[in-house]
Structures are given as C-alpha cells and as structure tokens.
C-alpha cells in the first residue's frame, strides 16, 4: 500500500495522537472513513451527466428560420 511499512503508520498514528490528542482521534478516523466510503461510492456509481441534446420546438423552429 503505496510503499508504506508498518513502522510508517506506526509512526504517523504516533504524530496524530500529540497533535489532535486522544479524545478526538474517534472523531477524525469516523470522519476520514465516511470521507473514503463517499469517494468510493460516487466514484463507481455512472455519470448522471447527459451530454446529448434536447431537441425543443424552439430551438427547430429557430433552426428552420435561419
């Protein structure tokens, strides 16, 4: 996992606990959790996005006339 050791995490957990302290270490893991399930989530659900172009009485009217 993008070259990391044991001894790594170790060391980062380590750092986090004296900068955020221990009682807000529960807080910050839920929060990074929900953070990568969201990702995750939207990155495997399909684009919602429609990209072909509505046709509208409008628009071929304006069409015709030009």
């Known amino acids: ?3 990391i050791g044991m001894h ?3 060391v980062i957990l380590v750092v986090a606990l004296l900068v955020f302290g221990y009682n807000k270490l529960p ?3 839920g929060g990074l959790g ?3 399930r ?3 989530r939207a990155s495997s659900e399909p684009d919602e ?3 072909t172009p509505k046709n509208s009485k409008a628009d071929s009217e304006d069409s ?3």
């Open 1 to 3: 996992m993008f070259g």
């Open 34 to 36: 929900r953070a990568i």
């Open 8 to 10: 790594e995490i170790l």
């Open 49 to 51: 996005i429609d990209i």
């Open 27 to 29: 807080e910050i893991g």
């Open 64 to 66: 015709t006339k030009a």
């Open 38 to 40: 969201n990702f995750r």
